[in-house]
Every structure is written in structure tokens, then in C-alpha cells.
């Protein structure tokens, strides 16, 4: 739109704003909810500078309304930004991007500014929230300072530190705000402990709806998971190995869950009992007690910080992030409930800005790897309220896995391949992936056990002519979605094992064992001796090439010697074979799915 002014809607945001007295909008686009908390610690912290904030989901709100923000005095409009796969905005804050892209409102006398996150691991570095800070200032808003980058791959929440110590003050600037003297810190949710509340009108896990596991009613999603049961719970490695990789079946019968190859699995885990134990422990709570912790903010559209009744345990156990190293505001407030003062400056140091405070952050908690309850043990006389430790904590959030079945041979199950992770801390504590060292123990037993979970659409997708050749590299789990792929083309053989594979001609295999013998190979030395073949696919008979697995080097690696290839064979300057990849890339004939 280009009108001037839109009449507010009933969830109007620039209504809330007003009546509630308030200045400052963050609005978050958040997948694993960083984004999200990183909006609610700025909102939070505005009143220290006279902006009384509020956080907002953009999916919720009617964006157009920007255009008015300027009515407000002293208003300023936040983004926390995250960036996802190929430059891709979140899911909540897709619908705000095309707005902007497709869009020329008017944004003059609209004042704003940008934090982004991303992983610099990937390609497309932080793209959204840089798109959204030029696009906003070319729509005529003023940019009250510069855009902020996290880099999810190094320290993000350093980043976030140093991008807000250097915000606030600029933004004090700019309205001429004279910030209070001290920070003071408020309790977001008011506690109440119930009596005798009927068990059936307590959560007991699910995400979203009371009783949704005891009365499953489809369509599954990620606010509605599906429990299903586990068929088949398999080790491949061999009993001589120390490493363990799974090899797991759900059974979606009956779920009307529908997925193609190349989906991802989403998994709700449950974090480890004794942890959770650990932390009831060191707060002297019951864990049974009942509680609802309510939002004070009867404007805010989250009304619980998760789902409300349920006892501490299910909180700890289904709904909290226990096994994350602890960010810095969360040390902050812990330091309250220290009756030794020599351990309340500890963590007061470490939760400053000043360099030895953030030199011991990095050292104490990142490098040494301290969840919070190597916290509290490490920290003897630090007891905080279990209700504030659990306002405190972020969401624990789902895992994604490459399913590696295809539906066309498994259309009741859905495979996937996960290894399982568990490593020593330099303190000489084991830690345990919250979700594999769970599904590990989960066996098609008598009931079988059962997994909450949903399948996630994604773009990595087979050509749709089955003649069409295709090039798969995926080491180590890698292999994942490439067992469904395989499972595609040769669905009438109903084969499983790779060498039958070979075997039935469907698939000429190079295989790079690069753990299990001495003279290590790995699939970019197989790629290097096989380039007649690799040109032979995609520069002449117009085939695909798909790379899984390892972000980090891998992928990297590949995409240089796919270049060479290019260069060498199909005699081109570097700046040609680029582009022959970059067409290739939007031809979607190059495809990857990659993690860090
Ligand atoms: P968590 O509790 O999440 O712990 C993992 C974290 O522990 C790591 O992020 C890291 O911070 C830390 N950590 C791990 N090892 C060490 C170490 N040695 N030293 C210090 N810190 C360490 N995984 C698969 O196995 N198979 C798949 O097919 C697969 N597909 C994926 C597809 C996508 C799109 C994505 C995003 C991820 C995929 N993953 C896959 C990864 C998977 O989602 C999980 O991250 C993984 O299984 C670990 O989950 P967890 O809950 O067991 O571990």
C-alpha cells in the first residue's frame, strides 16, 4: 500500500502500543526461538531508557501498520532477524519479507533497527536481516543504528553484547533520552502453585493442545506432533567401533502424515531425568508441585512461556533447554540467589560487558561447556527459584533429520539415520545429545516405545524424470536422504542395501570409507579422480548433482572441485564456471542439504 494511513486492525499493534503507554516494538522472526529471546532481553531492557517495549511476531501483526508507528512519539520499530538455508527468511516473518520486497510503502518518519542471525558457515550470511535494514532505510525510514550481525558459528550472543552495548546508547541519543542509573530487572511471568488441580487439565508434554497424546487427532504439525511408534531401532556401526549410529523406523500408520524424499523428520525429545533431578535438587523444589506462570504483560500475545499448568518436572523435562550453555542475562539473574558474595561477583563479571567479563564467559561457560547444571553445581551457594530459573531458560526446541526412506517403498514408515552424540567436557563430565542418547533407548518393545514428531517439507527433491542421472555425495550421515533416493529409482526391486543397489545397475557407488582403514579416502578424493564421469552427468546429458552432510568443510570442498570440473572439462574461465554453477544452482540441477 501507499496510503498514508490504515485503519488499525483489532490486533493492531500501534493500538497495543498506545494504550499501553508504549514506544518501543521488537519484532522477532525467529525458527529455534534465539531470535525471539533476543527480542524479549531489548524489549525488556527499553525501559531502562525511557521506551517503555513490547515484542511482537510479525505473522501476528499487520505490518503495514509501520506506516503509523511515526504517530507515536519517540517510537522505534526493532528486528531480530534470523536467516535461514539458502537466504531464507523464518517461517513467522515470510510474510513480512515479501511485503518489503514487493512492496513501496511510505516509510518516512518510521525509525528502526536491525540484528540479524545467521551462521557464517552458509552461504547466505545473514541476507535477510541486510535486506531488511536497506530496504527499510530505501522505503524512507531512519536508521537509528547500524544493523547488528550474529554469527550463530562463532559466539552469537558476544555479537548480540556488543551490538546492543553500542545500540542503546545511540539510541539516546537520537531521542535525546537520559538512561537511568541503574539497571533493574523485572519478572516477566507471576507464579502460581495450584492445589488440587484435576490431572486432566494438567500438561503433561504436549506442545500445544491439553491431552493432545492421549487423544491424537490429525493434522500432525509441529504444534501437533504425532506419537508414533518405534518399529525398528538399529545399530550400524560394529561392536568394535566407539562411535554409534542409528538406524530408526517410525510407524506412521493410521496419521495420514504424508512425506516425500528429501523431507525432513522433526523429533520432540525429553531431556534426561536425572538432570532434571539434578536442578530440583540444587533449588530445594518439588518437582511435582503443580505451577502457571502467567504473563504480567496482559498485553503480550504469549500469555506462558510455555504450556500452562504443569508440574516443575514436565517443565524441565518437555519444555526447557537444560543441556545449552546458559546466555549471559540468565547468569545475570542467577547471581541474585548467591548467599556467597565472592559468587555472586562471579557471575555478575561474567555477565558483563566489560573484556575480562566476556573473556571469562568464553572460557567458563563456552569452552568449558557448563549447562546449568554444572552451573549450580560448580557454583555451590547459588539457589535460585525454581519459577525464575524457569522464565529464565529458552525453549527446548525439536530436531530435524534427513528421512532416508521413501514413501513410494515405506508409505506407513519413516526412516531416519542419527548419530548419537556424546563427548567428554574439559571439566570431565560426559555430555549426552539431549534427543539421540533419548532415541537410543527407544526400542520396538512391547507396547513400542513412542516419538512425538512431524515431517517438515523441503526443496531437496529428485529430478522428476527418472532417467535423468544424478550425482549424490553424503558422507557420513550424509547418506541419509540418498537412501530414500535410491529407494525412489529403484522402487520395483525393493532393495535395500547399497550393494544390491550396484548390484541392479541403479547406482554406480564410489565409496569412501575415510574412518575405517588406514589410508583415509573421502568423497572429495573420489570426486577428484572422477571427473570425466562427474562432467559426463552434468555438462553433458544435463543430470543433477546433490550434496548432504557437513557444512562446514565439506560442502565447501565439493563446490571447489565441482568449479575445477567445470573449468577443466568443460573448458571455462573461473568466472564462467561459476556462472555455470550458479545457473546449475537455479536450475535446481545443484542441490544441497547441509547442517553444522
Ligand atoms: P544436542 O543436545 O542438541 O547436542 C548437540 C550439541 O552438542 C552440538 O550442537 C554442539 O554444540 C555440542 N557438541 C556436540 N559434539 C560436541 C563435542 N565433541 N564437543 C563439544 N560440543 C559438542 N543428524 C543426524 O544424525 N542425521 C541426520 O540425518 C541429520 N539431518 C539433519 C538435517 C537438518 C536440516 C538439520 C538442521 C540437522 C540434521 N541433523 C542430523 C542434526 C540433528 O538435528 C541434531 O542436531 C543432532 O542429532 C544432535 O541432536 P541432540 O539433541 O542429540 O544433541
Same mark, same amino acid.
Given at each position: 500500500?501507499?496510503?498514508a494511513s490504515i485503519t488499525p486492525a483489532e490486533n493492531s499493534f500501534i493500538k497495543k502500543l498506545?494504550?499501553?503507554?508504549?514506544?518501543?516494538?521488537?519484532?522477532?522472526?525467529? =525458527?529455534?526461538?534465539?531470535?525471539?529471546?533476543?527480542?524479549?532481553?531489548?524489549?525488556?531492557?527499553?525501559?531502562? *531508557?525511557?521506551?517503555?517495549?513490547?515484542?511482537?511476531?510479525?505473522?501476528?501483526?499487520?505490518?503495514?501498520?509501520?506506516?503509523?508507528?511515526?504517530?507515536?512519539? +519517540?517510537?522505534?520499530?526493532?528486528?531480530?532477524?534470523?536467516?535461514?538455508?539458502?537466504?531464507?527468511?523464518?517461517? +513467522?516473518?515470510?510474510?513480512?519479507?515479501?511485503? #518489503? %520486497?514487493?512492496?513501496?510503502?511510505?516509510?518516512? /518518519?518510521? +525509525?528502526?533497527?536491525?540484528?540479524?542471525? /545467521?551462521?557464517?558457515? *552458509?552461504?547466505? *550470511?545473514?541476507?535477510?536481516? #541486510?535486506?531488511?535494514?536497506?530496504?527499510?532505510?530505501?522505503?524512507?525510514?531512519?536508521?537509528?543504528y547500524e544493523c547488528g550481525l550474529g554469527d550463530d558459528d562463532a559466539n552469537i550472543e558476544d555479537?548480540?553484547?556488543?551490538?546492543?552495548?553500542?545500540?542503546? @546508547?545511540?539510541?539516546?541519543?537520537?531521542?535525546?533520552?537520559?538512561?537511568?542509573?541503574?539497571?533493574?530487572?523485572?519478572?516477566?511471568?507471576?507464579?502460581?502453585? !495450584?492445589?488440587?488441580?484435576?490431572?486432566?487439565?494438567?500438561?503433561?508434554?504436549?506442545?500445544?493442545?491439553? +491431552?493432545?497424546?492421549?487423544?491424537?487427532?490429525?493434522?500432525?504439525?509441529?504444534?501437533?506432533?504425532?506419537?508414533?511408534?518405534?518399529?525398528?531401532?538399529?545399530?550400524?556401526?560394529?561392536?568394535?567401533?566407539?562411535?554409534?549410529?542409528?538406524?530408526?523406523?517410525?510407524?506412521?500408520?493410521?496419521?495420514?502424515?504424508? *512425506?516425500?524424499?528429501?523431507?525432513?523428520?522433526?523429533?520432540?525429545?525429553?531431556?534426561?531425568?536425572?538432570?532434571?533431578?539434578? $536442578?530440583?535438587?540444587?533449588?530445594?523444589?518439588?518437582?511435582?508441585?503443580?505451577?502457571?506462570?502467567?504473563?504480567?504483560?496482559?498485553?503480550?500475545?504469549?500469555?506462558?512461556?510455555?504450556?500452562? @499448568?504443569?508440574?516443575?518436572?514436565?517443565?524441565?523435562?518437555?519444555?526447557?533447554?537444560?543441556?545449552?550453555?546458559?546466555?549471559?542475562?540468565?547468569?545475570?539473574?542467577?547471581?541474585?540467589?548467591?548467599?556467597?558474595?565472592?559468587?555472586?561477583?562471579?557471575?555478575?563479571?561474567?555477565?558483563?560487558?566489560?573484556?575480562?567479563?566476556?573473556?571469562?564467559?568464553?572460557?567458563? $561457560?563456552?569452552?568449558?561447556?557448563?549447562? $546449568?547444571? !554444572?552451573?549450580?553445581?560448580?557454583?555451590?551457594?547459588?539457589?535460585?527459584?525454581?519459577?525464575?530459573?524457569?522464565?529464565?531458560?529458552?525453549?527446548? =526446541?525439536?530436531?530435524?533429520?534427513?528421512?532416508?526412506?521413501?514413501?513410494?517403498?515405506?508409505?506407513?514408515?519413516? !526412516?531416519?539415520?542419527?548419530?548419537?552424540?556424546?563427548?567428554?567436557?574439559?571439566?570431565?563430565?560426559?555430555?549426552?545429545?539431549?534427543?539421540?542418547?533419548?532415541?537410543?533407548?527407544?526400542?520396538?518393545?512391547?507396547?513400542?516405545? #513412542?516419538?512425538?514428531?512431524?515431517?517438515?517439507?523441503?526443496?531437496?527433491?529428485?529430478?522428476?524424470?527418472?532417467?535423468?542421472?544424478?550425482?549424490?555425495? /553424503?558422507?557420513?550421515?550424509?547418506?541419509?536422504?540418498?537412501?530414500?533416493?535410491?529407494?525412489?529409482?529403484?522402487?520395483?526391486?525393493?532393495?535395500?542395501?547399497?550393494?544390491?543397489?550396484?548390484? &541392479?545397475?541403479?547406482?554406480?557407488?564410489?565409496?569412501?570409507?575415510?574412518?575405517?582403514?588406514?589410508? %583415509?579416502?573421502?568423497?572429495? !578424493?573420489?570426486?577428484?579422480?572422477?571427473?570425466?564421469?562427474?562432467?559426463?552427468?552434468?555438462?553433458?546429458?544435463? /543430470?543433477? $548433482?546433490?550434496?548432504?552432510?557437513?557444512?562446514?568443510?565439506?560442502?565447501?570442498?565439493?563446490?571447489?572441485?565441482?568449479?575445477?570440473?567445470?573449468?577443466?572439462?568443460?573448458?571455462?574461465?573461473?568466472?564462467?564456471?561459476?556462472?555455470?554453477?550458479?545457473?546449475?544452482?537455479?536450475?535446481?540441477?545443484? &542441490?544441497?542439504?547441509?547442517? &553444522?
Amino acid at each position: 500500500t501507499t496510503s498514508a494511513s490504515i485503519t488499525p486492525a483489532e490486533n493492531s499493534f500501534i493500538k497495543k502500543l498506545k494504550t499501553s503507554g508504549r514506544s518501543l516494538v521488537v519484532f522477532y522472526g525467529s =525458527q529455534t526461538g534465539t531470535a525471539e529471546e533476543f527480542a524479549g532481553r531489548l524489549a525488556k531492557e527499553g525501559i531502562r *531508557y525511557k521506551l517503555k517495549g513490547m515484542v511482537a511476531d510479525p505473522e501476528e501483526c499487520d505490518m503495514e501498520e509501520l506506516i503509523n508507528l511515526k504517530d507515536i512519539p +519517540n517510537s522505534l520499530a526493532v528486528f531480530c532477524l534470523a536467516t535461514y538455508g539458502e537466504g531464507d527468511p523464518t517461517d +513467522n516473518a515470510m510474510e513480512f519479507v515479501d511485503w #518489503l %520486497k514487493n512492496g513501496d510503502a511510505d516509510l518516512n /518518519g518510521l +525509525n528502526y533497527a536491525v540484528f540479524g542471525l /545467521g551462521n557464517k558457515t *552458509y552461504e547466505h *550470511y545473514n541476507e535477510i536481516a #541486510l535486506f531488511v535494514d536497506h530496504k527499510l532505510e530505501q522505503l524512507g525510514a531512519n536508521r537509528v543504528y547500524e544493523c547488528g550481525l550474529g554469527d550463530d558459528d562463532a559466539n552469537i550472543e558476544d555479537d548480540f553484547l556488543t551490538w546492543k552495548e553500542k545500540f542503546w @546508547p545511540a539510541v539516546c541519543e537520537y531521542f535525546n533520552i537520559e538512561p537511568a542509573a541503574e539497571e533493574f530487572s523485572v519478572r516477566q511471568y507471576k507464579l502460581t502453585e !495450584h492445589v488440587n488441580m484435576p490431572a486432566e487439565k494438567v500438561f503433561r508434554g504436549e506442545i500445544a493442545r491439553l +491431552n493432545a497424546f492421549q487423544n491424537q487427532r490429525p493434522p500432525f504439525d509441529a504444534k501437533n506432533p504425532f506419537l508414533a511408534p518405534v518399529l525398528v531401532n538399529r545399530e550400524l556401526h560394529g561392536p568394535s567401533s566407539t562411535r554409534s549410529c542409528m538406524h530408526i523406523e517410525f510407524d506412521i500408520n493410521g496419521s495420514k502424515m504424508r *512425506y516425500d524424499a528429501g523431507d525432513h523428520l522433526a523429533v520432540y525429545p525429553t531431556n534426561n531425568a536425572e538432570l532434571v533431578n539434578k $536442578i530440583g535438587e540444587k533449588c530445594q523444589a518439588d518437582l511435582d508441585q503443580v505451577i502457571s506462570l502467567e504473563n504480567t504483560d496482559e498485553e503480550s500475545t504469549k500469555k506462558n512461556p510455555f504450556p500452562c @499448568p504443569c508440574t516443575y518436572r514436565t517443565a524441565l523435562t518437555h519444555y526447557l533447554d537444560i543441556t545449552n550453555n546458559p546466555r549471559t542475562h540468565v547468569l545475570k539473574e542467577l547471581a541474585e540467589y548467591c548467599s556467597d558474595p565472592a559468587d555472586k561477583e562471579k557471575l555478575l563479571k561474567m555477565s558483563s560487558t566489560t573484556p575480562e567479563g566476556k573473556a571469562m564467559f568464553q572460557q567458563w $561457560i563456552t569452552h568449558e561447556n557448563r549447562n $546449568i547444571v !554444572h552451573i549450580l553445581e560448580d557454583i555451590p551457594s547459588c539457589k535460585p527459584a525454581l519459577d525464575h530459573l524457569c522464565e529464565l531458560l529458552p525453549r527446548l =526446541q525439536c530436531r530435524y533429520y534427513s528421512i532416508s526412506s521413501s514413501p513410494k517403498l515405506h508409505p506407513t514408515a519413516i !526412516h531416519i539415520t542419527a548419530v548419537v552424540v556424546e563427548y567428554k567436557t574439559p571439566t570431565g563430565r560426559i555430555n549426552r545429545g539431549v534427543t539421540t542418547s533419548w532415541l537410543k533407548e527407544k526400542h520396538p518393545s512391547d507396547p513400542p516405545a #513412542l516419538v512425538p514428531i512431524f515431517v517438515r517439507k523441503s526443496q531437496f527433491r529428485l529430478p522428476s524424470r527418472t532417467t535423468t542421472p544424478v550425482i549424490m555425495v /553424503g558422507p557420513g550421515t550424509g547418506i541419509a536422504p540418498f537412501r530414500a533416493f535410491i529407494q525412489e529409482r529403484d522402487v520395483a526391486k525393493r532393495e535395500e542395501e547399497l550393494q544390491q543397489y550396484v548390484d &541392479s545397475g541403479t547406482l554406480i557407488l564410489h565409496t569412501a570409507f575415510s574412518r575405517e582403514q588406514a589410508n %583415509k579416502v573421502y568423497v572429495t !578424493h573420489l570426486l577428484e579422480q572422477n571427473k570425466d564421469e562427474i562432467w559426463d552427468v552434468i555438462g553433458k546429458k544435463n /543430470g543433477h $548433482i546433490y550434496v548432504c552432510g557437513d557444512a562446514r568443510n565439506m560442502a565447501r570442498d565439493v563446490h571447489n572441485i565441482l568449479l575445477k570440473v567445470v573449468m577443466e572439462k568443460g573448458n571455462m574461465s573461473e568466472l564462467q564456471a561459476a556462472d555455470y554453477i550458479k545457473k546449475m544452482d537455479s536450475q535446481k540441477r545443484y &542441490s544441497t542439504d547441509v547442517w &553444522s
